[in-house]
């Protein structure tokens, strides 16, 4: 390689990697499992906003359970009836899971039991001194559902979400009676650019430890603000909630998904699935979302939106979310009484076919 190549070679990476920590550090919107490709849009710190009280938007109730030789975690179980099907929610990357799906759990919880933890590391999730793992998160997901007594469930993931519930589906069969894959992929490894983002993680760890990114994140809550209003109203709780993570857990939780492939198997999962694509999402390429989808014969929902979707427009997610929670229901047999794969119909704002 000439000395003009490895100059471009080493530019690209430093641009990756710097991408990459200032926006972990950030906790850039919904903040989930991606290798960015460039600085998300308004990445110039602004000025705080004035301190004010966490006070969050209108949550269901939650508790810390017990899961018998695993640890404690942090559940909210609600909605649906006695007997009907139900939906575990899954979350992303440095998030938990108020921050990502809590504009969904109204819709979601109208017909089907919802079930939303904190992932080990995450929120007010389990902290543990064993090493953070993938599979970890899917065999305490398995433990929850048999202490809650639910399932077969259909499982949504976000971003992270994503491996986990593939990891839960193939690591505890039975449990898993379909898949809502959203703005995820089957790995983040495959190129050598990908890769050398990875190996480079320690400089997220020692920004995270630093107390960098304050400023940062007052510009993503404006951001996301900018096009939902209604975010500003939850801004300190927001800020709050994305704190809750230690920089040595995101870091670890990074490793983990740094590691991950699951392009060798997870096509012999056999599974109703949807895949929500974000089209414009520049953390999670949409050619990994769609070779995503037809690994797993999916049916996918494709919207005009960026990795954010949750933040930046919560309605139109909490449709789609509902949307594709229906179709895949019908699909395994889990389908409200009186519905059909025919009654969950409507459109989303780009809408492929099953691929």
């Given at each position: 390689?000439?000395?003009?190549?490895r100059?471009?070679?080493?530019?690209?990476?430093?641009?990756?990697?710097?991408?990459l920590?200032?926006?972990?550090v950030?906790?850039?919107?919904?903040l989930?499992?991606?290798?960015?490709?460039?600085?998300?849009?308004g990445?110039?710190?602004?000025?705080?906003?004035?301190p004010s009280?966490?006070?969050?938007?209108?949550?269901?109730?939650?508790?810390?359970?017990?899961?018998?030789?695993?640890?404690?975690?942090?559940?909210r179980?609600?909605?649906?009836?006695?007997?009907?099907?139900?939906?575990?929610?899954l979350h992303?990357?440095?998030?938990?899971?108020?921050?990502?799906?809590?504009?969904?759990?109204?819709c979601?919880?109208?017909?089907?039991?919802?079930?939303?933890?904190?992932?080990?590391?995450?929120g007010?999730?389990?902290r543990?001194?064993?090493?953070?793992?993938?599979e970890d998160?899917?065999?305490?997901?398995?433990?929850?559902?048999?202490?809650?007594?639910?399932?077969?469930?259909?499982?949504?993931?976000?971003?992270?979400?994503?491996p986990?519930?593939?990891?839960?589906?193939?690591?505890?069969?039975?449990?898993?009676?379909?898949?809502?894959?959203?703005?995820?992929?089957?790995?983040?490894r495959?190129?050598p650019?990908?890769?050398?983002?990875?190996?480079?993680?320690?400089?997220?760890?020692?920004?995270?430890?630093?107390?960098?990114g304050?400023?940062?994140?007052?510009?993503?809550?404006?951001?996301?603000?900018?096009?939902?209003p209604?975010?500003?109203?939850?801004?300190?709780?927001?800020?709050?909630?994305?704190?809750?993570?230690?920089?040595?857990?995101?870091?670890?939780?990074?490793r983990?998904?740094?590691?991950?492939?699951?392009?060798?198997?997870?096509?012999?999962?056999?599974?109703?699935?949807?895949?929500?694509?974000?089209?414009?999402?520049?953390?999670?390429?949409?050619?990994?979302?769609?070779?995503?989808a037809?690994?797993l014969?999916?049916?996918?929902?494709?919207?005009?939106?960026?990795?954010?979707?949750?933040?930046?427009?919560?309605?139109?997610?909490?449709?789609?979310?509902?949307l594709?929670?229906?179709?895949?229901?019908?699909?395994?047999?889990l389908?409200?009484?009186?519905?059909?794969?025919?009654?969950?119909?409507?459109?989303?704002?780009?809408?492929?076919?099953?691929?």
């Amino acid at each position: 390689m000439n000395s003009t190549a490895r100059t471009v070679l080493a530019a690209a990476t430093a641009s990756a990697v710097a991408a990459l920590a200032a926006w972990a550090v950030a906790r850039h919107r919904s903040l989930q499992v991606a290798v960015p490709g460039r600085f998300p849009r308004g990445w110039a710190p602004a000025a705080l906003a004035p301190p004010s009280a966490p006070v969050p938007p209108d949550l269901p109730p939650g508790r810390v359970m017990n899961l018998p030789g695993r640890g404690e975690v942090f559940v909210r179980d609600f909605g649906g009836t006695p007997g009907g099907p139900a939906v575990l929610l899954l979350h992303g990357w440095t998030a938990s899971a108020d921050i990502n799906f809590w504009p969904a759990y109204a819709c979601l919880a109208e017909s089907y039991r919802v079930i939303a933890l904190d992932q080990r590391g995450h929120g007010r999730g389990m902290r543990s001194t064993e090493p953070f793992s993938l599979e970890d998160c899917a065999d305490d997901a398995a433990a929850l559902l048999e202490q809650l007594g639910a399932g077969p469930v259909i499982v949504v993931g976000y971003s992270m979400g994503g491996p986990v519930a593939l990891l839960l589906a193939r690591r505890h069969p039975g449990t898993v009676a379909g898949l809502v894959m959203q703005a995820t992929a089957l790995e983040w490894r495959h190129t050598p650019r990908e890769r050398a983002v990875w190996r480079l993680l320690p400089v997220m760890d020692v920004g995270l430890r630093a107390g960098a990114g304050v400023g940062f994140f007052d510009r993503v809550i404006s951001d996301a603000a900018d096009e939902d209003p209604g975010i500003d109203n939850h801004r300190s709780w927001l800020a709050a909630e994305f704190q809750r993570a230690t920089a040595s857990d995101l870091v670890a939780a990074g490793r983990a998904l740094s590691r991950y492939d699951a392009r060798p198997w997870a096509g012999q999962l056999d599974l109703p699935a949807a895949v929500l694509a974000t089209t414009r999402d520049r953390l999670v390429r949409l050619a990994k979302q769609r070779e995503l989808a037809q690994v797993l014969r999916a049916e996918v929902f494709e919207t005009d939106a960026d990795h954010d979707l949750p933040l930046a427009n919560g309605a139109e997610y909490a449709r789609l979310t509902r949307l594709s929670v229906d179709r895949v229901a019908a699909a395994s047999g889990l389908a409200l009484p009186g519905e059909t794969a025919g009654d969950t119909g409507g459109p989303g704002s780009t809408r492929g076919g099953a691929t």
